[in-house]
């Protein structure tokens, strides 16, 4: 089944109005605006899929584990049910970091939420980005930063992979 397909069927399952649909497919607009090529979407508590993008423009999700089913119905499902999820968007470029050699990642975190009705989204600054990526969750301890990374929050706020801030796109 296709996504557009298999997103009209869950939000018409789940009840969403017009609203709701359209500030579904405001945040998922958000998502593809960030997609070169490829790229790893990770909802809370840890559900991954891969995401690609074909010759003719359109994003692909595919679930790490396929016992996870489709994005859409996961999504929006954990939406309903959590009223809250947390996003991170890892976005392959094209660049490649000389230091390492690596490919350039930019990292984006969301939180979003239901509120009034609709589908509702906040970036995490560049900042609060690079300190969650970069702290051990369980002790707290800083852990080595990783080359090729640019932490990427709204409006023209990044940090290289040293943490300090750059121009970027």
């Not at 557009?4 to 969403?16: F, P, S």
């Not at 909802?43 to 074909?54: E, F, M, Q, S, V």
């Not at 976005?91 to 939180?111: H, K, M, N």
């Not at 929050?153 to 992979?161: A, E, M, N, S, T």
Request: aromatic fraction near 10%; glycine fraction near 8%.
């Amino acid at each position: 089944m296709d996504m557009k397909k298999e997103t009209e069927d869950v939000l018409r399952e789940i009840g969403a109005s017009e609203e709701y649909a359209q500030s579904y497919e405001n945040f998922m607009e958000e998502i593809d605006r960030y997609v070169i090529d490829k790229a790893v979407i990770t909802l809370t508590p840890g559900k991954k899929w891969n995401i690609t993008r074909d010759r003719k423009g359109e994003l692909h999700f595919r679930a790490e584990r396929p016992y996870d089913g489709s994005f859409p119905r996961f999504f929006l499902a954990s939406l309903k049910a959590e009223k809250a999820i947390g996003i991170v968007l890892r976005s392959f470029t094209r660049a490649i970091d000389i230091g390492s050699g690596l490919p350039i990642v930019e990292l984006r975190s969301y939180l979003v939420y239901e509120e009034d009705g609709s589908v509702k989204y906040e970036q995490s600054s560049a900042r609060q980005m690079a300190d969650a990526y970069n702290t051990n969750s369980m002790t707290g301890e800083r852990l080595p930063l990783e080359p090729a990374i640019i932490y990427c929050g709204p409006k023209g706020d990044y940090l290289g992979p040293d943490l300090n801030p750059i121009l970027y796109r």
